[in-house]
Structures are given as C-alpha cells and as structure tokens.
C-alpha cells in the first residue's frame, strides 16, 4: 500500500517563501519519479514540477526560477521550495509518484497554499 502525506502547506504573503513536503511510505522506491501538481479554485490540476529517480527536474513555465523541487531518497521525500510567491500561486498542492514497475500513480491528500497581495 502506498501513502504519500504531504505537509508544510499554509497562508503566506506576496513576496514570500513556502517549502511543502510530501512523504512517500510503502512500495514507492527512490527511481521512482515524483511530482507536484496544483489545482487553484474553478481550476484543472496542472503540473508544477517533477523529478526522476536520478534527479532530472521538469518544471513548468509559471514557476521556472521561483520554484525548486528536490528529493531525499533516503527519507523518500520530496520537497517543493517555493520562493517569490505570487497570489496566482494559490491553490492546493498534490504530491504524485509513479511506480514504475507497475506505471500506476498515487496521489496524496493536497496541502493548502494561499498567497495574499
């Protein structure tokens, strides 16, 4: 069975810094791509960021430059540092992992970013 718990989410200001987490636990394992989407209000889930298991990163376009995602395979745990918010920002942010073996994804519960101007 896998979970992924993601934390760190909260309310923050225009301007300022947030890192979320998201820990996988049960048959994820460290070449197993993870990634973080977003889903704002009225709005579709869309990728954020993504890294593999050797640690190449994918980012989208909104966050280059703003954003890092990271990973520590020995806690199997990845991270989203997210710098320069920006009120578009808000949304709430889901972990996802790929088991490779199988090609199946699992989600976590989401966080809550908010973002205030």
């Known amino acids: 069975q896998v979970q992924l718990v993601e934390s760190g989410g909260g309310l923050v200001q225009a301007g300022g810094s947030l890192r979320i987490s998201c820990a996988a636990s049960g048959s994820i394992s460290s070449t197993d791509p993870m990634g973080w989407y977003r889903q704002a209000p009225g709005g579709q889930r869309e990728l954020v960021a993504d890294?593999?298991?050797?640690?190449?990163?994918n980012y989208a376009d909104s966050v280059k430059g703003r954003f890092t995602i990271s990973r520590d395979n020995a806690k199997n745990t990845v991270y989203l540092q997210m710098n320069s918010l920006k009120p578009e920002d808000t949304a709430v942010y889901y972990c996802?992992?790929?088991?490779?073996?199988?090609?199946?994804?699992?989600w976590g519960q989401g966080t809550q970013v908010t973002v205030s101007s």
């Open positions: 890294i593999t298991g050797g640690s190449r990163t």
């Open positions: 996802k992992a790929v088991r490779r073996v199988t090609g199946y994804a699992y």
